[in-house]
């Protein structure tokens, strides 16, 4: 009587006209082995998915703002400069209600420096001061609280960081770096799906040249969600 694997030789023998039981032998270990390795594939390639599709559920959410600013900036005593520019930041949610945030910005003007003396000697005379071409830039991190209400999303933040100045006129010119921190909050309102619209104020403190100067500053622009 034929084995199991005779018979197949045979029965194949009969169906490719071969004469050579051994090549049929030698085949089907080949397919068989192909076949595990396709499954192999298939299994390796599935749980790349599924790690993928975990991974790509622990990406936190946030958003990316960008608007004009507003400052109103506390350099000398018993005035007030008035500057404009841009605010940025990017927010990153660690959890359902605070974010990690990253706030860069931007505010330019003129700021009086001192009293011009050319005008000192003038009787009744009054006496403007001299100004200077100003940049303050701000850059500031930290934690933001955060809550959904139907289509507006108030928040609050406390960050810190550094702010630099940079002062010139025709024949003065100054900078500094300093440390500098931010309170404030917002508001964002829900425009279209992955777009809102955001208000937000903030104390900006700074120590500019060993002195300390409390900035006011309100941002307006647009957030993009993701």
Known sequence: MYGTSEKWASLYILVSGEKHPSNFVLKRGLQLKDDVSVHRIIAIVFALLLLASAGYAQVPSGNVFVGYSYMSADLISNSRTNLNGWNGSVEGKVLPFIGLVADFSGLYGSAPLVPNPACTGIIGGSCSPLSASTHIQTFLFGPRVSVSVGKVRPFAHALIGAGHISESASLLSSSNTSFAYALGGGLDYHLIPLLSWRVQGD???????????????ISTGIVVHF
Do not use: E, G, P
């Open 203 to 217: 104390l900006v403190q700074t120590r500019f040249f060993s002195n300390t100067q409390n900035n006011i500053r």
